[in-house]
């Protein structure tokens, strides 16, 4: 496969730049025309941002499978598509050739049929990182089904959420799953989940830790047996259902500012050609390379950049199951000597992790088939970088540093390995057709601080430095359609903050060349480890507690996790054991959220910093979980000022 819009070099990269921003549309139909389509767009764009309101490829029907897997049988049929390497090292690892995923997401979207569903369905997947994984997602998306993969750390409560509010109908889930010495009974989790989502009618349960779980009659049924029942049909074939553009491809829940996480919707056509040609450019993927990115496919960077993005470029993507730690700190660089990994995509709080483990686990591993290196999820620290930078890429690769969101689909402001410069802990310049800007808090823009308007590089560094709130000012093609059953949440989240302007939540810095550094949230979501979390979550969680009258959650830097999760509350039960009450709290948010979510601290207080009108202060909560005491800013506003003296001095 070649790649014509395959930027080569930075004189390219400017000048397709300006093309994307001078023509959008004649830009984006240059790379939409080397996909396979049933039928051609009408309109290339439509949009506005008030509604919200954007249409790609208008018209045009295609299926993202047949360009994920059919378009790529003739010529490369028996390559690898897909690398499976278990969370035990002394497991066979897998390879599905292109041929032989083809063939297995066909079987399984039959299944699929014969359990019912149809065009338009949804479907929550709750999986191991297993091939079957890539395999149902990519079988939903065969017939037109719309998945909703939530990632395996997620408790019951926060499955039957995502299951009520998308009205699914099926699940696929696995007996259990193996995080590095850990078994994790996942269908068990399904069955606490399910008490609560009559709209569920099946259950597919795929065999993996081999727990014993408990099936029920009518409504549970083994993958192996459906399989079994597929075959016995005779034929193996499965067309793929025709799609609209603008037909739901899937929807991804994502922590916000509010407690209820929000379904991002993404649809087929600009999901598709979004992640294809921002994969093929940031990576610079060249036939043949092995790619491995370390994310979960229950994450938005693993459905984009370990299935679809890469299967559609006709990749090897490599599925690792595993953790980096287990059974030791080396395990990444195993799998990296193991496959002669060539592009290795992963995030800044695995690398502080493995940093603290020492050299000894990198030293006798094989790393000379890194060609390029890559970040996401949150800020990378330059001691980080260097680490990553010198003991991984040995001096000698690029590190793209790629800056996104879930809403955004794919990667917007990054480097292009080796083809544009990169620059220590920025994610630097935008993707051509991506057009970000800073404003201020009243929206108005931070001068020179517009890509389309100022240019996105000025080599000798000409440009105007600033800082503000990163927007970005016209649609590309994977941006976010809608908040699941909910539209007028999308506008009032990301395109009513600053009119006319997709609101990104993030603020950052502009240098003199035009690269951008994200410096954060600026709401009150969290970043833990890369995962989003909302401060509101967390506390609705905390409050389901019988003892908790009252809490504030905020986040505090953390060595590895980049932040950690402060949460400041107040107890009414029996106070004899503090100790005791926080585990209790802790086990709370696990059992309502899920693991990732738990506090790292638990202060208990007897009151929060209210302002007159009873909104608590988190700015100077945050100051103190952060160790800033003499800096609190004003609190003469404050309702009790005394409660601050009481906070200050508990703090741990
Ligand atoms: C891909 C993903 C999105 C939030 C985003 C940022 C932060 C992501 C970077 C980053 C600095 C980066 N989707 N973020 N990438 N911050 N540099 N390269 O992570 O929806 O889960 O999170 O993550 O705050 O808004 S996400």
């Known amino acids: 496969m070649s790649y014509p819009y395959q930027i080569k070099s930075l004189e390219e990269y400017q000048s397709a730049y300006k093309q994307s921003v001078e023509d959008p549309e004649g830009f984006w139909a ?102 079957e994984l890539a395999i149902a997602v990519l079988a939903c998306a065969r017939i037109g089904a719309i998945h909703s993969v939530v990632f395996g750390g997620f408790s019951a409560q926060s499955i039957a959420d995502r299951i009520q509010d998308a009205q699914a109908s099926l699940v696929i889930t696995s007996d259990g799953a193996y995080r590095g010495n850990k078994d994790i009974p996942l269908k068990s989790v399904i069955d606490d989940a399910l008490v609560q989502c009559p709209s569920i009618k099946k259950v597919i349960v795929l065999t993996r830790t081999r727990v014993p779980v408990s099936m029920i009659k009518g409504r549970d049924t083994w993958w192996e047996d459906e399989i079994k029942k597929v075959e016995t049909q005779g034929n193996p074939a499965c067309p793929a259902v025709t799609m609209d553009a603008e037909d739901m491809l899937f929807i991804l829940y994502t922590s916000g500012s509010t407690g209820k996480p929000k379904g991002v919707v993404h649809t087929c056509a600009g999901y598709m050609v979004y992640t294809n040609y921002s994969f093929v450019n940031v990576f610079q993927y060249q036939p043949g390379d092995v790619y491995f990115c370390t994310a979960d496919i229950g994450w938005i960077t693993g459905h984009s950049y370990i299935v679809y993005g890469p299967l559609s470029a006709g990749a090897t993507t490599l599925l690792f199951e595993g ?23 992963t995030a800044p709080t695995a690398i502080r992790s493995l940093m603290g483990f020492g050299l000894d686990y990198v030293k006798n591993k094989d790393l000379s088939s890194l060609r390029v290196l890559g970040t996401v999820g949150e800020p990378i620290n330059e001691e980080a970088w260097n ?3 010198e003991n991984i890429g040995k001096g000698r690769c690029p590190i793209v540093d790629t800056w996104w969101q879930t809403e955004t689909g794919g990667i917007l402001i990054s480097n292009l390995a080796a083809v544009t410069p990169q620059k220590r802990s920025h994610a630097t310049l935008p993707l051509p057709g991506v057009q970000p800007l800073l404003v201020d808090e009243k929206g108005e823009p931070i001068p020179g601080s517009d890509a389309a308007i100022d240019g996105p590089y000025h080599a000798k560094g000409d440009g105007t430095a600033g800082s503000g709130n990163l927007c970005i000012k016209f649609p590309w093609p994977s941006i976010i359609r809608t908040t699941y059953g909910d539209h007028d949440r999308c506008r009032q989240t990301y ?42 979550e967390v506390e609705n969680a905390i409050n389901m507690h019988t003892g908790v009258v009252e809490s504030a959650v905020v986040g505090y830097p953390h060595d590895i996790k980049g932040q950690g999760i402060y949460a400041f509350v107040i107890f009414n039960g029996n106070k004899t ?15 309502i959220i899920g693991p990732i ?24 909560l945050r100051k103190i979980a952060e160790g800033e005491l003499n800096n609190l800013g004003d609190t003469s506003t404050l309702l009790d000022p005394a409660v601050v003296e009481e906070i200050k001095n508990n703090r741990l």
């Open 30 to 131: 240059g790379v939409a025309d080397h996909f396979t389509w049933h039928r051609k767009w009408d309109k290339v764009l439509d949009w506005n941002f008030t509604g919200p309101e954007v249409k790609w490829f208008s018209g045009a029907q295609l299926n993202i499978t047949e360009n994920c897997l059919d378009r790529h049988l003739a010529e490369r049929g028996d390559q690898p598509a897909i690398i499976w390497e278990s969370n035990d090292p002394e497991e066979d690892h897998r390879v599905l050739s292109y041929k032989e995923l083809h063939f297995k997401v066909c079987q399984f979207a039959n299944v699929l049929k014969n359990n019912g569903i149809k065009k338009g369905d949804r479907i929550c997947i709750y999986m191991p990182m297993v091939p």
């Open 323 to 345: 953790i980096p730690t287990w059974p030791d700190a080396g395990r990444m660089w195993d799998v990296v000597d193991k496959f002669k990994v060539n592009i290795l995509y």
């Open 387 to 389: 680490w990553y930078n």
């Open 495 to 536: 395109f009513a903050t600053y009119p006319s302007l997709y609101f990104t939540g993030d603020g950052a810095l502009r240098d003199e060349e035009g690269n951008y550094r994200i410096t954060g949230r600026v709401d009150d979501v969290l970043n833990v480890s890369g995962h989003r979390i909302g401060t509101a």
């Open 577 to 591: 054991d503090e100790i005791l009450i926080s585990k209790d709290i802790v086990q709370t948010v696990a059992r």
């Open 597 to 620: 979510a738990k506090p790292d601290k638990i202060q208990l207080v007897s009151g929060l910093p209210k302002t007159r009108s009873g909104k608590i202060m988190r700015r100077i």
